[in-house]
T-cell receptor, first 112, second 115 residues
Framework: DAKTTQPPSMDCAEGRAANLPCNHSTISGNEYVYWYRQIHSQGPQYIIHGLKNNETNEMASLIITEDRKSSTLILPHATLRDTAVYYC?????????????FGTGTRLTVIP | DAGVIQSPRHEVTEMGQEVTLRCKPI?????LFWYRQTMMRGLELLIYFNNNVPIDDSGMPEDRFSAKMPNASFSTLKIQPSEPRDSAVYFCASSFQPGVYTEAFFGQGTRLTVV
């Protein structure tokens, strides 16, 4: 069952920052926030994860609010190749991916 | 590493036929997962293995579905007999669990069409 709420779709101009929100108001203390994306006709791809601190890697930044009830995935300079469905997942980091519930995600369209 | 490799990429079969999907996980990974994706239900976990042993198959829809992992580098998902409602994209994923970090690597999927 879904523990997160995401907008179904968003547009972003190429070269601009894409900010994808996620609400997870029932998150518990030992649950992490994970983001995956799925480009058309491909398998899901891991992007980033975090517990309570903001995180950054070569793909994106993750901003988690202080109360941990929401987060934002930031793609700093969106390109056309970033067009995909983005999934926000809240779960405990146990065994592999067995507890990844993908939900419906946000379909991001990057516009030239 | 070439990543998770699935075969075939596309499969079209007639209702009632047996279908076998194959997966080669990333070398060194000790977890393997089978997912199914449809428009109606999204991505669903069917079964996962740890060190070649099935751990949780509660997502397998019915007895027509079976999965095996005879060794660390190969797994199969079999549907017998197949039905049109089994049409979906089937993904295999693998991961390595050194601690609290959870990242699953997915294959390109097998698009199954049962007519």
């Amino acid at each position: 069952d879904a523990k997160t709420t995401q907008p179904p779709s968003m547009d972003c101009a190429e070269g601009r920052a894409a900010n994808l929100p996620c609400n997870h108001s029932t998150i518990s203390g030992n649950e992490y926030v994970y983001w995956y994306r799925q480009i058309h006709s491909q398998g899901p791809q891991y992007i980033i994860h975090g517990l309570k601190n903001n995180e950054t890697n070569e793909m994106a930044s993750l901003i988690i609010t202080e109360d941990r009830k929401s987060s934002t995935l930031i793609l700093p300079h969106a390109t056309l190749r970033d067009t995909a469905v983005y999934y926000c997942i809240v779960t405990r980091p146990q065994t592999g991916a067995n507890n990844l519930f993908f939900g419906t995600g946000t379909r991001l369209t990057v516009i030239p | 590493d070439a990543g998770v490799i699935q075969s075939p990429r596309h499969e079209v079969t007639e209702m009632g036929q047996e279908v076998t999907l194959r997966c080669k996980p990333i070398s060194g990974h000790d977890y393997l997962f089978w997912y199914r994706q449809t428009m109606m239900r999204g991505l669903e976990l069917l079964i996962y293995f740890n060190n070649n042993v099935p751990i949780d198959d509660s997502g397998m829809p019915e007895d027509r579905f079976s999965a095996k992992m005879p060794n660390a580098s190969f797994s199969t998902l079999k549907i017998q007999p197949s039905e049109p409602r089994d049409s979906a994209v089937y993904f295999c994923a693998s991961s390595f669990q050194p601690g609290v970090y959870t990242e699953a690597f997915f294959g390109q999927g097998t698009r199954l069409t049962v007519v």
